[in-house]
């Protein structure tokens, strides 16, 4: 399994979609844990403001969906750290959709955030992690990925692809002692889930998912997941036959 984490002082921690949201508070929770944190986000100035001027945070402006800003952060951070001992992927794009809805400029890039980014990032960071010879990366999915679900007609599966391509990447990396992780977190109140014109069930707040986060690297497990209270009920029902599946569903959509 991963490697737990409990000390973070002097870990070095890049924050990919640090601007706002989980990523947000995962920044400041790890400065205050006594992490060195590189924060990376498109927003330059809301970075700044996040980061603070501690002389462990270090602002690396991109887009996600660009591997070549991506890269050039990558580069930067490397000059000033030598490596990392932890990436995480936070970044994320939202939009309900409903079939009848289907934007396909908007569908792509929500892929383009969503999982392409991912695999920029791991291009970037996986090849430096062998060289090391240790540290981990991981990547914040959703349970929306776990099956389908009303609404999430491309989040979803952006997210689900995001999930397999963590669980190929653990079957090549563990046994060369790299750590991967997959977040999978159920409602947070964040700019994103604000669209939702529905009620989500255990809310949490950026804080306490970070917290969450946090803890989960404590332990050795692949997937962190939470709040349990609601996913461990959305993953009885991503193992339930279609012919319950879909009925079960549909009484909880607005047709």
Wanted: charged share 20%; net charge positive.
């Amino acid at each position: 399994m991963n490697p737990p984490i409990e000390d973070w002082s002097g870990k070095r921690v890049w924050l990919l979609g640090a601007s706002s949201g989980i990523g947000a508070a995962l920044g400041r929770l790890l400065l205050a844990r006594g992490a060195r944190v590189a924060f990376s986000a498109r927003n330059a100035a809301r970075l700044a403001e996040v980061a603070g001027d501690g002389e462990r945070a270090l602002v690396l402006p991109c887009d996600a969906a660009d591997h070549a800003s991506l890269q050039a952060a990558w580069e930067k951070l490397l000059l000033a750290w030598g490596g990392v001992d932890v990436a995480l992927y936070v970044a994320g794009d939202y939009l309900p959709m409903r079939a009848w809805d289907l934007d396909v400029e908007r569908a792509r890039q929500m892929i383009d955030i969503n999982f392409a980014g991912a695999v920029s990032f791991a291009a970037c960071v996986v090849p430096q992690l062998l060289r090391q010879g240790g540290g981990q990366i991981g990547f914040v999915a959703s349970v929306a990925g776990y099956r389908g679900l009303p609404k999430s007609l491309i989040y979803g599966p952006t997210k689900a692809a995001l999930i397999n391509f963590a669980e190929a990447l653990y079957l090549d990396l563990q046994a060369k002692g790299i750590g991967v992780r997959v977040v999978n977190p159920g409602f947070v109140a964040t700019p994103l889930t604000a669209k939702n014109d529905f009620a989500m069930p255990a809310l949490l707040t950026p804080e306490q998912a970070a917290q969450e986060t946090i803890d989960g690297f404590a332990g050795s497990a692949f997937e962190i997941h939470f709040p349990k209270r609601f996913t461990r009920v959305v993953k009885l029902l991503a193992h339930l036959p279609y012919r319950i599946y879909f009925p079960l569903l549909r009484r909880f959509v607005d047709r």
